[in-house]
């Protein structure tokens, strides 16, 4: 059975802990690796948790104790994994963009790396030689994804080397001797279509014969979860059945790891983000519902369009109204247009679905406003994993010269 909080648990957590309040079910997060390992039980497989999702110190330690690597994408990252207890060897670091000083940084730290630039690819070589084995984020020219700014692998995009590079990088790893042990690539997020993984595992099949230490292939993350009623995710059935049958038909290919990096499969539907009635106002276009909350909290709506489903836990009446739900910042901040709730009153608790990947990590302190604390439920007893701010926070870097 799914797991999954009640209404009455959700309200209870509202009413200890305040409001907004994000809370995430640790045994949710173990039922989606469980589906990733158990559909994969036939082929060395191992899954990097992609931690831009989802930072909190206690997920990482959490998604540690399941056996899961982590991903990261910057070095703060790689610095929060190593201090949540992950060993070197279990911490990837796939680059976009840094500088080369980071990579030296992540090198001496002792993790993995995947290169993402020629320029950076050249520098590493002539520092490091063959000494210390590196991984190349490639670009595949897919087309792929929920929405074009979470597309990452289109011939326009500017992450990864784009292929048709590859012999500039072949020259490069030549010259320098540079030990190259897995190529890398993510197309996107919110990918549904298995097909799509396919794509890049033959445009990857085409360039293999090209390096010679290769010892993993790291397919990336994007994986889709549910949003919407009705919604599905990913086949991780199909699309290791798919993995299977391809790496076992190509002779290159059949002794290498393959690697994943779950993010949202991983940690979105883990979490809720519990909200507060403020204010509910009638107008001639529509009846708002302003919440305790806006996008500082949860971008996603107003940055990717993304669809949350949205549930008045205050009233377990059938859903007959139709609401707009907005936020209280000084900017459009429409969570949802038009959507059916069950009748709502100023106090009611108004909790978003699928809050684990991309909220608290994208929240800010835009109106001065606190980022919220976040809670985590796990064999049934709530945790404070991050207080709310305070007014000290606000002005904690500041420098008052005047
Ligand atoms: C963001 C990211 C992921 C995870 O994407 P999800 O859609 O959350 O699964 C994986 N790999 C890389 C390199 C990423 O940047």
Redesign the pocket.
């Known amino acids: 059975m799914s797991q999954k909080l009640s209404s009455s648990q959700l309200t209870a957590l509202a009413q200890q802990f305040g409001t907004p309040l994000y809370v995430y079910h640790a045994e949710k997060i173990k039922e989606q690796y469980g589906k990733l390992k158990n559909a994969f039980r036939n082929r060395d497989t191992v899954f990097f948790y992609?931690c831009?999702?989802l930072t909190n110190i206690n997920i990482l330690k959490y998604i540690k104790s399941l056996g899961a690597n982590v991903?990261c994408?910057s070095i703060n990252e790689v610095k929060l994994a190593l201090h949540a207890g992950f060993t070197p060897d279990r911490v990837l670091y796939?680059s976009n963009g840094i500088s080369f000083g980071e990579i030296q940084e992540a090198k001496e730290l002792g993790v993995i790396i995947n290169i993402d630039s020629v320029s950076n690819l050249e520098k590493f070589g002539k520092a490091y030689g063959h000494s210390y084995p590196v991984g190349l984020r490639l670009r595949p020219n897919i087309m792929a994804g929920g929405n074009i700014k979470?597309s990452?692998g289109h011939a326009k995009s500017k992450f990864g080397i784009p292929i048709e590079h590859i012999s500039e990088v072949t020259a490069i790893v030549e010259q320098y001797n540079i030990c190259v042990h897995d190529l890398h690539i993510?197309t996107g997020?919110?990918i549904k279509d298995v097909a799509v993984f396919v794509k890049g595992i033959e445009v990857l099949f085409d360039i293999i014969p090209h390096f010679k230490e290769l010892k993993f292939i790291d397919l990336?993350?994007?994986?889709k979860v549910p949003y919407q009623e009705g919604d599905s995710e990913t086949d991780m059935e199909a699309l290791a059945r798919k993995v299977e049958e391809l790496f076992a038909a190509h002779p290159e290919a059949s002794k290498l790891q393959v690697w994943f990096?779950?993010?949202?499969?991983l940690v979105s539907e883990c979490g809720y983000f519990v909200t507060q009635v403020n204010v509910i106002k009638q107008t001639p276009a529509a009846k708002f519902i302003s919440v305790d909350s806006g996008f500082n909290h949860l971008i996603r709506p107003m940055f990717y369009d993304a669809y949350h489903r949205i549930e008045n836990i205050s009233n377990d009446a059938p859903e007959d109204q139709t609401y707009s739900v907005v936020g209280n910042i000084c900017e459009t901040d429409t969570f949802a247009w038009d959507r059916k709730l069950s009748e709502v009153k100023e106090g009611d608790y108004l909790v978003f679905y699928n809050a684990g990947?991309y909220g608290f990590e994208m929240s800010s302190n835009f109106n001065s406003r606190y980022k919220p604390a976040e809670v985590l439920m796990k064999d049934g007893e709530p945790h404070l994993i991050r207080k709310r701010d305070t007014f000290e926070d606000l002005l904690k870097n500041q420098i008052e010269v005047l």
Not at 220 to 223: K, Q, S, T
Not at 261 to 265: A, V
């Open positions: 992609a831009k999702a991903d994408s796939t979470i990452t993510h997020s919110d990336g993350g994007g994986f990096e779950p993010g949202k499969f990947a």
